[in-house]
């Protein structure tokens, strides 16, 4: 059973940091892409910042310098530390894997975590 859940997210002040983490289980984490996505209330869902299975990584340009991302394949987990967080930030952070097996593409996602930066 594919797991991915996300945590870390909360309220916090403009200017301030926070560490979203999402932990997976039941997928083959050392070979999938991982990839963390935002959705702001009437806004489509963006691409935030990816990091591929070899460790590559790729930012949105509004995050570039502020956010990073990790990956611990030790512990399936995929981690975004933002920090000089802006309240354009403010949305609901969504963790993404997909990988190829055997010819066959998986994508699956996680439930989200809110976050909330104030002025």
């Known amino acids: 059973q594919v797991q991915l859940v996300e945590s870390g997210g909360g309220l916090v002040q403009a200017g301030g940091s926070l560490r979203l983490s999402c932990a997976t289980t039941g997928i083959i984490f050392r070979i999938s892409d991982m990839g963390w996505y935002r959705q702001a209330p009437g806004n489509e869902r963006e691409l935030v910042a990816a990091?591929?299975?070899?460790?590559?990584?790729n930012y949105a340009d509004s995050v570039k310098g502020r956010f990073t991302i990790s990956r611990d394949n030790a512990k399936n987990t995929v981690y975004l530390k933002m920090n000089s967080l802006k309240p354009e930030d403010t949305a609901v952070y969504y963790c993404?894997?997909?990988?190829?097996?055997?010819?066959?593409?998986?994508?699956?996602w996680g439930q989200g975590t809110q976050v909330s930066v104030s002025s």
């Open positions: 993404n894997a997909n990988w190829i097996w055997f010819g066959n593409k998986n994508n699956y």
């Open positions: 990091i591929t299975s070899g460790g590559s990584t």
